[in-house]
């Protein structure tokens, strides 16, 4: 079956902490793969992309790929009570041009 | 990223009746889609829209019920058809130009339905 697998949380954490989201997929074909930010009663956000195995950073966002092990990650360095937010992580199952989302994560950064 | 609107942005409409949304693009465009998302959960991509052609639809979906046109590159609606309550949802176009990276998709502000 076709998914992608998130913690709901909430995952709670304080100011100026690293948040740590994960992401697993079901297939070994899938070349992209994205994490959007949403805001409550908001459209999805694109945040990052990523296409290759390691790590991809664009300001305080970084994007970790592992193929082999079908996982993918966000890690947003100093966070802010700005980031509260809903993650979902979308990939492009058996390498098609479809995205297939995640449940997403409930992030919460507190004072 | 392109420029995504849809009309209408919420609407709340009685039981069997039919509800129109569109979503418009600011350039043309080679993909677009629509999503629901119901309450509380994730998105689930209802069809691809073809030009010219048309839309294809995922499991659980059908013409019938979600019709889609898409006359141009820049230009979608979807019909929400014989509305019920469980149809209250957002529903989302989404828009994939081509230029930036595979497969990346960028959302339009969304349409909150409410079916009484």
């Known amino acids: 079956q076709k998914e992608v697998e998130q913690n709901s949380g909430p995952l709670s954490v304080p100011e100026g902490a690293i948040a740590s989201l994960n992401c697993t997929y079901s297939d070994r074909v899938s070349q992209s793969f994205f994490w959007y930010r949403q805001y409550s009663g908001k459209s999805p956000e694109l945040i990052m992309s990523?296409?290759?195995?390691g790590d991809k950073e664009d300001g305080r966002f970084t994007a970790q790929l592992n193929k082999a092990s079908q996982y993918v990650s966000l890690l947003i360095r100093d966070s802010q009570p700005s980031d509260s937010a809903t993650y979902l992580c979308a990939v492009n199952l058996e390498g098609g041009n479809k995205l297939t989302f995640g449940t997403g994560t409930q992030l919460k950064v507190e004072l | 990223s392109a420029v995504i609107s849809q009309k209408p942005s919420r609407d709340i409409c009685q039981r069997g009746t039919s509800l129109t949304i569109q979503c418009q693009v600011d350039s043309q465009v080679t993909m677009m889609f629509w999503y629901r998302q119901q309450p509380g959960q994730s998105l689930t991509l209802i069809a691809t829209?073809?030009?010219?052609?048309?839309?294809?639809?995922e499991s659980g979906f059908v013409i019938d019920k979600f019709p889609i046109s898409r006359p141009n590159l820049t230009f979608s609606t979807l019909t929400v058809s014989n509305m019920s309550p469980e149809d209250s949802s957002i529903y989302l176009c989404?828009?994939?130009?081509?230029?930036?990276?595979?497969?990346?998709?960028?959302f339009g502000p969304g349409t909150r339905l409410t079916v009484l």
């Open positions: 989404s828009v994939e130009t081509g230029l930036a990276g595979a497969d990346t998709q960028y």
């Open positions: 829209a073809n030009q010219g052609s048309e839309a294809t639809y």
């Open positions: 990523i296409y290759s195995n």
